[in-house]
């Protein structure tokens, strides 16, 4: 497998694996979908001649066809990361999850002429994980992925925000499970979300510039590349605040632009969780069946005022602790009449990979199908146990991974 994919191009990295999956098992076909960015399908590229049959989106030769989900095996395989088998008159078609730390990134298909066994079953699942690391490993090379998994053009602002968004939207490990998610707006509003995992913490931060388009984007940028940089060169919390502050002030392109934020830093050895609200929607606790805002001193949003001060807060994280943070996109409008608390309650036994969906699904509901502004949702589930070993298989912590789905 790893000598088919070095051997290989990029571009067709993937296809390469896939064939040699399909022979070393038996298979009459494998294939592999990638999840479309929208996280509501899945995506069958392949290498089509122009001449060739099959409706879909294409690119000169390259066909992506799009998989709306509808509740079957597939959508079953992706979201509670298990192996589904489908018989069918021409065999038995098996669906494993492609995935990497609780990063659902697709489902490798395989159509065998005899019905697999457990181990085989066991076997399917592990050398899709190992798919995993060659897309991972080759999507940075070409943009076949990306242009598989966008069901829609992004527009200038829109491609700036997707390249501020981290490389994985979902993190598992001992002591928690992290997603992120983001609903962009028709006109896109400046919402990131962003994190970092050291050896004993966890950074993390939700952000929203001020405006729409080009200009909030850029805005955005400035933000978290200053997050980042100071970030990256061990600052606490509050001196990233005051850098980010004064580097929206002083090198905004519009003047009077400004970044509310929540900055997070979680001590992965004590739970303790500093949290630094900078005019932002406060985050929300979920503790035993209740919802809660976490209480936290006032500061300016980054870049109001050139001279503010900061100030961060803490709260002690437990066992089963939920922390949620949400942009005002969640708050703003249609999307007011959403009871948050009852809803987060009502999702509490979710992976936060489907927490933040739901969530997001919900918005939609009531306000979409286009948002006036964007929906960032951001969850961290905190276990404890950090340095504990996963309960792992497949690239998905099985003992979180299959929690019942919403109706």
């Known amino acids: 497998m790893l000598d088919a994919a070095e051997n290989a191009s990029p571009v067709e990295a993937v296809e390469a694996v896939t064939r040699e999956l399909g022979a070393a098992l038996g298979a009459r076909t494998a294939a592999f979908l990638i999840a479309d960015l929208s996280g509501r399908a899945l995506v069958r590229l392949a290498h089509v001649p122009l001449g060739g049959a099959g409706p879909g989106r294409r690119d000169g030769e390259e066909l992506a066809t799009v998989m709306p989900f509808d509740g079957g095996p597939a959508e079953q395989a992706l979201r509670t990361q298990t192996v589904q088998v ?21 489902l490798l298909e395989m159509v065998l002429p005899d019905e697999p066994d457990p181990r085989e079953l066991e076997e399917i699942g592990r050398t899709a994980h190992v798919l995993a690391f060659v897309v991972i490993a080759n999507r940075r090379h070409t943009d076949l992925f990306e242009w598989g998994q966008r069901t829609t053009p992004f527009t200038l ?37 962003d994190y970092s995992l050291a050896r004993d913490v966890l950074h993390f931060s939700v952000t929203d510039a001020m405006g729409h388009g080009v200009a909030s984007a850029l805005t955005a940028t400035l933000g978290v590349g200053s997050l980042r940089n100071s970030r990256r060169r061990g600052a606490g919390l509050v001196a990233q605040a005051e850098a980010a502050n004064a580097d929206v002030a002083g090198h905004s392109a519009v003047p009077g632009s400004f970044v509310t934020a929540v900055l997070g830093r979680i001590d992965l050895r004590s739970g303790m969780c500093a949290l630094l609200n900078a ?7 979920v503790r035993d069946g209740d919802t809660r805002a976490v209480p936290l001193p006032g500061n300016f949003p980054l870049g109001m005022f050139a001279e503010a001060d900061y100030r961060a807060g803490e709260i002690t994280l437990r066992p089963g602790d939920r922390l949620v943070v949400v942009t005002d996109g969640v708050r703003e409008r249609n999307a007011a009449t959403l009871n948050l608390p009852a809803m987060l309650r009502s999702i509490a036994g979710l992976h ?46 099985q003992a979180r991974a299959s929690t019942a789905l919403p109706d």
């Open 352 to 397: 936060p990979r489907e927490a933040v969906r739901a969530l997001a699904d919900a918005v939609l509901g009531v306000s979409g199908p286009t948002l006036a502004d964007d929906a960032t949702l951001f969850v961290v589930d905190w276990h404890g146990g950090h340095s504990e070993d996963r309960r792992t298989s497949a690239g998905a912590d």
């Open 157 to 193: 602002s829109g491609e700036i925000q997707r390249r501020l968004l981290p490389g994985s939207f979902t993190c598992e490990a001992s002591a928690f499970t992290l997603s992120g998610w983001l609903e962009p707006a028709a006109s896109v509003g400046g919402d990131t979300f």
């Open 86 to 106: 489908v018989t069918e008159s021409d065999g038995w078609t098996v669906l494993a999850p492609v995935t990497d730390r609780g990063e659902a990134i697709g």
């Open 279 to 285: 005019g932002h929607v406060p985050p929300m606790l």
